[in-house]
């Protein structure tokens, strides 16, 4: 029975505290391949004009620098939503929504308020 302020239901987190743990890895790689390409293209344009390196070597760590940055817009999506997420809890719907008007009303109403709270 739905009952008001009482949980709906509970989502198993193992999945997505997994995944979770993929996501910060794969940022994590994003960002030290950012710093390395950075360090790097940064050296190589200080031995370029003395001829200790060449014009390609220091193309190819531009490049490496471009393809980091892309890598790490996309972990952006990966970024931790705030303390104040509600991503997996859900309440009950409020008391007019399971009352007892009747199962066309009461669906009517639910669906109102599972749009209204996003769920």
């Given amino acids: 029975?739905?009952?008001?302020?009482?949980?709906?239901?509970?989502?198993d987190p193992r999945n997505f505290e997994m995944a979770l743990k993929a996501?910060?890895?794969?940022?994590?790689?994003?960002?030290a391949a950012m710093d390395l390409a950075t360090a790097e293209q940064s050296r190589v344009r200080t031995l370029v004009p003395r001829g200790a390196?060449?014009?390609?070597?220091?193309?190819?760590?531009?490049?490496?620098r471009n393809t980091a940055s892309a890598e790490q817009v996309k972990t952006k999506q990966f970024d931790r939503p705030g303390p104040n997420s509600t991503w997996?809890?859900?309440g009950s719907p409020p008391p007019s929504a399971a009352g007892s008007a009747g199962r066309r009303s009461t669906l009517a109403t639910w669906s109102t308020w599972a749009a209204a709270t996003r769920c």
């Fill in 23 to 31: 996501a910060e890895a794969q940022k994590a790689g994003a960002d």
């Fill in 88 to 90: 997996s809890t859900r």
């Fill in 1 to 11: 029975m739905i009952t008001a302020g009482k949980p709906l239901f509970e989502i």
């Fill in 53 to 64: 390196a060449s014009r390609e070597e220091l193309d190819v760590w531009v490049a490496k």
